[in-house]
């Protein structure tokens, strides 16, 4: 693979299920994200995780859970979903040790919970 | 709070030249981005700002002014393939990414 892929691309999703989206990436990039992106808003941080092994909360962490096993894998996990976490789910991610900017994006996952 | 106003849609001729405005109150600046969004696609990096004055890269350029916390994405000779939504995003004094809501520009022929 290269660069960054997220699975699955879309899913619906009964509310109250447990779901968890995976995001890897192969550019051994130190920071990752998850944002969530609904119709008429920015982007919005869910979490973050600076290098493996540390987490932190975004702007919207309610609801959503992160692990950062290693410097490749970021899933989230929605413990219980409800229908306002119906969204597109992006993940990235950038290399802050060279001092790069960018942030790279996934293709994305359209989740839907009814 | 931390705010990023940018228009809502915009419509431009093909061949023509198009300003996409972008204001900011964040807490802290560590600089701003402007992202490119095709509809059903991802996010795709245009350009970095983080000193006043002007950036040029190809067809694009972006304007940064911190004293008045604005900016711009100009975009000139205009393609069919420029439809899409443009994203301004600042990076606040945690170094994470405030978004605006995005502009989307539509080219017509």
């Known amino acids: 693979i290269a660069g960054i892929t997220q699975a699955p691309t879309s899913q619906i999703l009964a509310a109250g299920r447990r779901m968890t989206l995976r995001c890897t990436q192969d550019?051994?990039?130190?920071?990752m994200y998850w944002y969530r992106q609904d119709l008429g808003l920015g982007l919005r941080l869910i979490h973050y995780?600076?290098?493996?092994?540390?987490?932190g909360k975004g702007e919207v962490p309610d609801g959503y859970s992160v692990s950062r096993a290693n410097t490749d894998d970021f899933p989230l996990t929605l413990a219980s979903a409800v229908p306002s976490q119906t969204s597109v789910y992006f993940c990235?991610?950038?290399?802050?040790?060279?001092?790069?900017?960018?942030?790279?994006f996934g293709p994305g996952t359209r989740l839907t919970v009814l | 709070g931390q705010n990023i106003d940018q228009p809502t849609e915009m419509t431009a001729t093909e061949g023509a030249i198009v300003q996409i405005n972008c204001t900011y109150q964040?807490?802290?600046?560590?600089?701003l981005f402007w992202y490119q969004q095709h509809a059903g696609e991802a996010p795709t990096f245009l350009s970095y700002?983080?000193l006043d004055g002007l950036e040029e890269k190809g067809r694009f350029s972006s304007f940064l002014s911190r004293s008045k916390g604005y900016s711009y994405l100009l975009l000139k000779e205009l393609q069919m393939k420029d439809s899409a939504s443009y994203l301004c995003?600042?990076?606040?004094?945690?170094?994470?990414?405030?978004w605006g809501a995005g502009t989307k520009l539509i080219i017509k022929p």
């Open positions: 550019m051994r990039h130190n920071a």
């Open positions: 995003a600042v990076r606040d004094s945690n170094y994470q990414l405030i």
């Open positions: 995780s600076n290098t493996a092994g540390t987490t």
């Open positions: 990235a991610s950038s290399d802050s040790r060279t001092g790069g900017n960018e942030q790279f």
């Open positions: 700002n983080v």
């Open positions: 964040t807490s802290g600046f560590n600089g």
